[in-house]
């Protein structure tokens, strides 16, 4: 899989501004510092919260791309040490924890993000990692600018196995 293009299309945001708004994160989501991505993501809403509603759509729509092109058989396969047992057998991920482990991969940036997409076994330490709260900042962000629920469909559908190219032994 190739990097990504700086271009804007449909979602009017380009990659780059995309990436300078995650680095509000500070590079890495919840592992060890819950309270630091929490920052981060307190950081992100704000930043969005002060531009447009056109920004904010826009980076809901380029997160969504960018977890779809996570949502991999590569990258769902792999396994997360147990938190009950750091020295036991690794468990598979959930569906829940391989969104959250892709959202962690956006959430350290551009570098790693496309560190992962060029060698899946970069992807690994993002499986022990929570990345959750991030999904949800435009929402938040969207709503305290237009007092409205985000009702809005993006373009990529991020939930688990939506990418059928990405899932080829499941059957859709």
């Known amino acids: 899989m190739s990097t990504i293009d700086d271009g804007a299309d449909a979602a009017e945001l380009p990659w ?16 060890t510092s819950c309270a630091g991505f929490a920052s981060g993501c307190e950081r992100l809403g704000a930043a969005l919260a002060a531009g447009s509603v056109t920004e904010i759509v826009g980076f809901g729509e380029r997160l969504a791309e960018a977890l779809y092109r996570l949502d991999r ?14 020295d036991g057998e690794p468990l598979p991920l959930t569906d829940d924890g391989f969104l959250y482990a892709r959202a962690a991969a956006v959430a ?12 899946p076994d970069r ?16 929402e938040e962000a969207y709503e305290e600018v237009t007092g409205e629920e985000w009702d809005i469909d993006t373009r990529y559908d991020f939930e688990s196995c939506a990418n059928r190219e990405g899932w080829p032994s499941l059957a859709h």
């Open 16 to 31: 780059e501004r995309f990436w300078q708004l995650i680095d509000l994160l500070g590079g890495e989501a919840a592992g």
């Open 73 to 86: 058989e590569e990258y769902g396969t792999q396994r997360c040490p147990d938190p009950d047992e750091p």
């Open 108 to 119: 350290a940036g551009r570098a790693g993000y496309e560190s992962v997409l060029a060698d």
């Open 123 to 138: 992807f690994a330490p993002y499986a022990a990692q929570w990345g959750e709260e991030l999904l949800y900042v435009h």
